[in-house]
């Protein structure tokens, strides 16, 4: 690793743990609140009101100009959604729901991808096929594995999920992980596409967010004219799962996992 990757101390990593639980209630708050009828900007009132409850800040309001507490991108948005009152969720709709909190002056930051409502047909598959890629690099997050290991991981488990026509998903190559720490987006660049054996080895105390992007049709992607919601290039639906995890000596520590559970 360069000398511009943040290697953080165990009470470091403790205190990231405490925003990452932050981030774990705000998004099953928002999960459970992503009904029919609700808004994106409801789902982002809540969010913000949950976060600052807990004495941290959202990460992501006025990150760059972004202006809201959390990323809500519904059916082909893949990330950076911006919630919205006209944003109305109806039945059948893809939901990712993208959240970031400072606590103390560290980061935490995860992603979920909910159905609203009851999923349409290959839906599920879709979300599952992400999740199991995240959880698929985040085995990889480990004291002398290569970035390129987490890489490997999350495009190997990708393209071993099919649609229920058999196809398989896009990996979006665009978007992927980061470092984080005392800035949300730090060094490395994790790629969700990659070569085990190749890049940087992995030191105890490094923080990466673990992000896998996958659509229901091809892998491109392109940004709307508001200079933030990324899109499928071809209308497919996407999905989005993100934890941040330490890699500490007795294995990967998922700090934004709710506690008790693997989520």
Not at 209 to 235: I, Y
Request: charged share 20%; net charge negative; hydrophobic share 40%.
């Amino acid at each position: 690793m360069g000398n511009d990757v943040q290697i953080k101390s165990h009470g470091e990593l403790e205190a990231m743990r405490a925003a990452g639980l932050v981030v774990a209630d705000t998004l099953a708050r928002v999960s459970a609140a992503a009904m029919p009828g609700a808004t994106t900007a409801d789902l982002d009132a809540l969010a913000e009101s949950t976060i600052r409850a807990a004495g941290a800040v959202p990460s992501f309001l006025g990150y760059h100009g972004f202006p809201g507490s959390i990323c809500t991108s519904v059916n082909a948005e893949v990330v950076h959604g911006i919630p919205s009152a006209d944003s109305v969720l109806a039945e059948g709709d893809l939901l990712s729901v993208d959240c970031g909190a400072i606590l103390e002056g560290w980061h935490g930051d995860a992603a979920v991808t909910v159905s609203v409502g009851s999923p349409r047909p290959g839906d599920d598959e879709l979300s599952a096929a992400c999740r199991a890629a995240m959880w698929a690099g985040i085995a990889e997050v480990r004291p002398g594995n290569r970035l390129g290991d987490v890489s490997a991981a999350i495009e190997g488990e990708a393209r071993r999920h099919r649609t229920p026509a058999g196809e398989g998903f896009g990996i979006v190559e665009d978007y992927g992980g980061h470092g984080i720490g005392t800035e949300m987006h730090m060094e490395p660049f994790l790629p969700n596409l990659g070569r085990s054996g190749t890049g940087p080895r992995l030191r105890e105390g490094l923080v990466l967010a673990v992000e896998p992007m996958l659509t229901a049709g091809e892998a491109e992607t392109e940004e709307l004219d508001d200079e933030w919601t990324v899109v499928t290039a071809d209308g497919a639906r996407a999905a989005h799962w993100e934890h941040t995890v330490a890699v500490t000596d007795a294995g990967p520590w998922v700090l934004t996992a709710p506690e008790n559970t693997d989520s």
